[in-house]
T-cell receptor
Framework: DAGVTQSPTHLIKTRGQQVTLRCSPK?????VSWYQQALGQGPQFIFQ???????QRGNFPDRFSGHQFPNYSSELNVNALLLGDSALYLC????????????FGPGTRLLVL | GQQLNQSPQSMFIQEGEDVSMNCTSS?????WLWYKQDPGEGPVLLIA?????ELTSNGRLTAQFGITRKDSFLNISASIPSDVGIYFC???????????FGQGTRLTINP
């Protein structure tokens, strides 16, 4: 039973570029959430996707956008990258049921130069 | 962004000692979760708590959901080297999808 997988594992970009990160949820899960984890901090919620729509969003600018596909996998897109976007981006999947917890992938380490 | 207050920020202990860490919030949460994160990895769920006052164990780990629903603690008994890592608490409000995380407690164990 595969857990949450993310690609790529590491990425280096320069300021102003755009980046796409990918996530495949745990088998049987239909909900995907994205988090940003800066060095030495706890993860911060970016948004959550369910039924191919954004259901809830954290305090992140519109430069951060996402998509969920019919197979429940998801992408996170970040436009006009800033140095401060350097972080570990975590994807978490869950079932859309009350009390279901979120399971995290290994993350994508993004460095913006 | 919103965060929980987690303490202590770091702990340096001897192998075999017991560990205690806690998390407080100004907001009420319906669910409290404890995760462990190793370097280069994503957080791994340790314990989930769903009811105020609930006390739950997972091997050498014990966690409690505070009766005010604004706090939680995690205890680790008889620490071993593989307990090294960063421990995060996370809360989830009723009806909300997002998890709100603490700043983490970094645990270092001297053999």
């Amino acid at each position: 039973d595969a857990g949450v997988t993310q690609s790529p594992t590491h990425l280096i970009k320069t300021r102003g570029q755009q980046v796409t990160l990918r996530c495949s949820p745990k088998s049987g899960h239909d909900t995907v959430s994205w988090y940003q984890q800066a060095l030495g901090q706890g993860p911060q919620f970016i948004f959550q996707y369910y039924e191919e729509e954004e259901r809830q969003r954290g305090n992140f600018p519109d430069r951060f956008s996402g998509h969920q596909f019919p197979n429940y996998s998801s992408e996170l897109n970040v436009n006009a990258l800033l140095l401060g976007d350097s972080a570990l981006y975590l994807c978490a999947s869950s079932l859309d049921l009350v009390g279901e917890t979120q399971y995290f992938g290994p993350g994508t380490r993004l460095l913006v130069l | 962004g919103q965060q929980l207050n987690q303490s202590p920020q770091s702990m340096f202990i001897q192998e075999g000692e017991d560990v205690s860490m806690n998390c407080t919030s100004s907001s009420i949460f319906n669910t409290w979760l404890w995760y462990k994160q190793d370097p280069g990895e994503g957080p791994v769920l340790l314990i989930a708590l769903y009811k105020a006052g609930e006390l739950t164990s997972n091997g050498r780990l014990t966690a409690q959901f505070g009766i005010t629903r604004k706090d939680s603690f995690l205890n680790i008994s008889a620490s071993i080297p593989s307990d090294v890592g960063i421990y995060f608490c996370a809360g989830q409000e009723q009806g909300a999808q997002k998890l709100v995380f603490g700043q983490g407690t970094r645990l270092t164990i001297n053999p």
